[in-house]
């Protein structure tokens, strides 16, 4: 192992990585995103996915889910550095907490004909996909699920004509009659 | 103020800016002026309640309100115009964000219209200072402006104190509005520091504390942060405890470095017994500090056998470095008040006889030992001979950074806390003498010193304008060497000697730049000389650069070579051409 000389000391960690979703409530102001991407960004942390829309217009509350991976003490520090934040409210870790739903939604676009396109229509189908767009030679799918259904599925409509996905992120709730 | 309208309430934003800074008590504030803060600039011109300091750089402005708020334990306030004003502020920006100095940043911006059109001075303030500040504010709205005001102030010097900035367009400061007086909805609900600790916590650490047969405390800057109920209480618990107690470069003078229980220095240039008693020790008290990668070397063989006990007000701070077994969240001086009271209701004095033994070995090595000469000037004299010249005088200290900082650390003996302003976080070369400026504004009549070396004094030079401005009678006390020590330093220890760049060439004649300046020039070459010198300055009742000229080549040890543990250090006897290179020959691969 030859390493450079420096002022620092180099180590390697070699925890497994976890990944979490993280819930953040957060007062929605000018630049509240940008802070809490800087923060992953600036330390290092990863995000796989981010979904953020205002939840109590009046209150003027955004929610912010994050999907992120990293070694437990990792996890931890994210927590605590967006706890910290001034227009933080809340940090939730959905998957800590093990009673939590989380569903993305895709729309798919795939062309084909013949065999193919009747192919796509039985998987979507069996995926519960909903036709939201038709031609002759293409369809758009809506399909609603958690992130490994909706990878499922683009994975099968690629043989058969996949031209482009768009999602939205992860959103998550907790289950039963607590807010969080 | 000047607003002498029906409504006393209904005032530009620049008034309000003015009014606020008088309701929060502030009296001096340190700034640049420029196209887009000249209506604040008109504001200030009319009253006489907040003096202006003038800058000769904004960065200057910055490190001056650092020293005022370390030295005064207030918020420093610093005033800045658009553009090039506002990017000049991000290193003192970043030096208070990680030396957690609480400042409040008033930025002027180009009118809100114009803002993303690339106007002249136009800059994305406050994308620019948000990692760098704790938070930041962009005012669009006059009436919006004594809410965050307010609140900025209560950000900055609360919980984890901090820099915060606040970005006033132009338009906004000529607008008028409605000013309020700060009141408690000023303040994001959101934002809501833990004060108290959990007592469930608290008395799992009596306990061990009690119990302890090998314990140490080890204390940062949070400590004096807290205000000066957390020292008096840390000295209390030391006293009712026994445990020796070591300190991190922040947290110097919370405990009197006369105190029969104090270690010294912990960390890379720590002293060898306050590294051995962490690095040996069973339970170990963390209070208001951060396990710094300066502080823990290997963090695999950090202290390996001892319970950790960590209070610390930011959450983040735990288990961040370090994985500790009692984390308590709290404001120091609050949970060091509850420890004592469980303590001396409970438990009593541990007895660590034995472990004072072993550390009175440890201290016999005598770690920050060095060979003095009678033909050149040794810096760790010059700074014990400057430490003797002040002892009992009302006296505070700034350094740069370097090499002239870590034997300042060693050898000036500090015993009182807001005494020593140092960068320890960000390390900022130039901090030093702006800071000394703002420290000399805050307490007029004290000795103010900064201790400096010779490259890093050129990178605030100017300040000495300001210094001759004001009367302020700063002393620069430069160990000159001629080179960026701990560059030069590193070079040798981990570069084959090879001095790249580190070389201070062309440098200016110190005296002859101070009697430009109108300041005094002084340079001692013989230690003969050095203590009339230095008698000499203190005399002096106006600003003195100082040209100590030292030993060129000495090295700052004791020292944790790269990589290893504390228990691995490089004592200054050991530390021979041989010895040396052999220690760093693991670290070079590790470090």
Redesign the interface.
């Given at each position: 192992?030859?390493?450079p000389?420096?002022?620092?000391?180099?180590?390697e960690r070699h925890d497994p990585n976890e990944t979490h979703t993280l819930a953040v409530l957060?007062?929605n102001e000018?630049?509240v995103l940008?802070?809490v991407i800087?923060l992953f960004s600036?330390r290092g942390y990863n995000i796989e996915s981010l979904t953020v829309s205002e939840t109590e217009a009046q209150k003027h509350l955004s929610r912010i889910t994050i999907v992120t991976t990293g070694t437990p003490?990792v996890i931890?520090?994210i927590k605590?550095?967006l706890?910290?934040?001034?227009?933080?409210?809340q940090v939730v870790d959905m998957t800590q907490t093990r009673r939590s739903i989380e569903r993305e939604l895709a729309m798919v676009k795939v062309r084909g004909q013949g065999e193919h396109r009747v192919e796509s229509l039985r998987l979507a189908d069996a995926f519960r996909a909903r036709v939201i767009d038709a031609t002759t030679e293409s369809f758009v799918f809506e399909i609603t699920g958690n992130t490994d259904k909706i990878n499922q599925f683009i994975d099968l409509m690629r043989p058969l004509g996949l031209v482009e996905v768009s999602r939205t992120g992860v959103a998550a709730i907790g289950r039963g009659p607590e807010g969080m | 103020m000047s607003d002498k309208s029906h409504d006393s309430n209904q005032m530009t934003g620049a008034a309000m800016i003015v009014r606020a800074l008088i309701d929060h008590g502030v009296t001096d504030i340190f700034g640049y002026p420029g196209g887009a803060v000249l209506p604040i600039y008109d504001e200030i011109f009319q009253q006489s309640e907040v003096q202006h300091i003038l800058v000769r750089h904004e960065q200057g402005a910055g490190h001056a309100a650092e020293g005022y708020a370390r030295s005064t334990g207030k918020p420093g306030v610093a005033l800045v115009t658009s553009g090039p004003g506002a990017t000049n502020m991000v290193t003192p920006l970043t030096d208070a964000l990680m030396d957690s100095i609480p400042l409040v940043c008033i930025s002027g911006q180009v009118p809100t219209h114009l803002i993303g059109n690339d106007a002249f001075q136009e800059c994305d303030t406050?994308?620019i200072t948000?990692?760098c500040t704790?938070?930041n504010w962009?005012v669009r709205d006059v009436n919006d402006l004594a809410k965050v005001l307010h609140e900025a102030f209560y950000?900055a010097t609360t919980?984890?104190p901090g820099p915060v900035l606040v970005d006033v367009p132009k338009d906004v400061q000529f607008a008028t509005g409605t000013y309020h007086p700060p009141r408690k909805s000023d303040v994001?609900?959101?934002?809501a520091p833990r004060v108290k600790g959990d007592a469930t916590q608290i008395r799992k650490a009596v306990s061990l504390l009690a119990s302890a047969k090998r314990p140490v405390i080890y204390s940062g800057g949070g400590v004096i942060n807290s205000g000066p109920e957390a020292t008096k209480l840390l000295r209390e618990l030391v006293e009712v405890t026994g445990i020796p107690i070591t300190s991190t470069l922040m947290g110097l003078g919370a405990y009197p470095a006369s105190g029969k229980n104090w270690l010294g220095m912990l960390g890379m240039h720590g002293t060898y017994e306050a590294n051995m008693t962490m690095h040996d020790c069973d339970v170990m008290l963390c209070v208001g500090a951060r396990f710094d990668?300066r502080i823990?070397?290997?963090?695999?063989a950090f202290s390996p056998g001892s319970k950790k006990i960590h209070i610390d007000i930011?959450?983040?701070s735990?288990?961040?470095n370090i994985?500790v077994d009692v984390p308590i969240i709290g404001d120091c001086g609050n949970v060091l008040g509850d420890i004592l009271q469980v303590f001396k209701a409970e438990a009593k004095k541990p007895d660590i006889k034995a472990w004072w033994q072993q550390i009175a070995q440890w201290r016999a090595r005598n770690s920050l030992y060095y060979k003095k000469s009678n033909d050149v000037i040794l810096p760790q004299h010059a700074i014990q001979s400057l430490f003797e010249a002040t002892r009992g005088k009302d006296t505070y200290i700034t350094t740069e950074v370097g090499q002239h900082q870590m034997w300042a650390a060693q050898f000036y003996g500090f015993e009182e806390p807001h005494r020593w302003m140092t960068s320890g976080g960000l390390g900022t070369m130039g901090y030093g003498l702006p800071a000394a400026v703002g420290v000399q504004v805050a307490h007029p009549d004290s000795l103010v010193i900064d201790i400096a070396g010779d490259a890093s004094v050129q990178m605030t030079i100017q300040e000495m304008s300001t210094a001759v401005q004001y009367e302020l009678p700063i002393k620069i006390f430069i160990l000159n060497n001629q080179y960026m020590g701990m560059v030069r330093q590193?070079q040798q220890l981990?570069?084959g000697n090879r001095l790249s760049h580190s070389y201070s060439e062309a440098l200016p004649d110190f005296v002859k730049l101070a009697e430009a300046y109108g300041a005094v020039g002084l340079q001692v070459t013989k230690p003969a000389d050095l203590d009339g010198a230095i008698k000499e300055m203190i005399a002096v009742k106006r600003p003195v650069l100082f040209d100590c000229r030292v030993a060129a080549l000495e090295n700052c040890f004791p020292m944790i070579p790269?990589?290893k543990a504390h228990n691995e250090m490089l004592l200054p006897e050991q530390a021979n051409d041989e010895a040396t290179a052999k220690a760093f020959a693991g670290g070079?691969?590790?470090?």
């Open positions: 192992m030859n390493q000389a420096s002022a620092y000391f180099i180590e957060v007062q000018p630049g940008a802070r800087g600036g003490m931890a520090q605590h550095q706890d910290r934040m001034v227009p933080v409210y | 406050v994308g948000r990692p704790k938070h962009l950000v919980g984890r994001h609900r959101s934002y990668d823990t070397g290997r963090v695999d930011d959450p983040s735990i288990n961040k994985r590193w981990l570069h790269s990589g070079k691969a590790l470090v």
